[in-house]
């Protein structure tokens, strides 16, 4: 098959994942500690950026965002996308077996959902080929190129 | 009341956190396609000409400026809305908009299979937020 992803490839797909739902996390337990920001108040979002919880979010979104752009350099946008989902399985799946919450069954019915959804775009192609693109992509196919 | 924000206020936070996602991502999407395969890039011309290549697109610079105003009208949303309404409501909207953004502008072959993926993902980020 055309385009088939190599192990770096995968790998970069794995940060996506990880650092996306980790770092979001991160960012919503240091805003949870700076409290509610209104129009009036906006000066505490400047007070956030000195959170620890909200900086190191911020340093793992810096890796989700290089990562990501890696990732879009070589796929579609709708190929990456359920990478970024899985991410929230990643979360949920922690909290159950390492902080042992409950998992309700809308959650697992949810988890269930975006594995399929990861699964019906993994066994598609990664990328739709351009007419303009062609001819660049098969010279990269042959090796030519590296 | 400051505590308890109306449902336009509510909606129109999480609709334009996702609408400036949607941008944002589409853009960038764009700017990455253009510039080509970056593992290749980086190949050639180490990590500083890979990230020099990245900060010197037009496009690039678009989209980053659209995430990071996503970034603060995130954080804005969160500040008046719960996580557990924000986080999927926005989720499910970004996935909508990129998919059919990226078949408007990107000319993806947006197929059945990931039509589905969409769908699938929308219900199952609403399910995980129970």
Partial sequence: MKHRLKASQYAILVAVMLTASIGDTLLSRGMAQVGSVDLQHLGLLWQALFNPYIISGIVLLIGFFASYMTALSWADLTFVMPATAFGYVVIALLSRFWLHEHLSIYRWTGIALIVCAVGFVAGGPSRTEHESENSELDLMDSGVGR | ?130
């Fill in chain 2, 1 to 130: 009341m400051m505590n308890a924000p109306t449902a336009l206020r509510t909606w129109s936070a999480i609709g334009g956190v996702a609408a400036l996602a949607v941008v944002g991502e589409v853009t960038i999407a764009a700017a990455m396609r253009k510039l080509g395969d970056l593992d290749i890039i980086r190949e050639r011309s180490g990590l500083p000409g890979a990230i020099r290549a990245v900060l010197s697109s037009p496009l690039f610079l678009v989209g980053a400026l659209c995430m990071a105003l996503n970034f603060f009208a995130m954080l804005y949303a969160l500040s008046i809305v719960d996580l557990s309404l924000a986080a999927p409501a926005t989720a499910s909207l970004t996935y909508i908009g990129n998919a059919v953004a990226a078949k408007l502008f990107l000319h993806e072959n947006v197929d059945s299979r990931r039509w589905l993926a969409v769908l699938f993902v929308c219900v199952g980020v609403v399910l995980l937020s129970h």
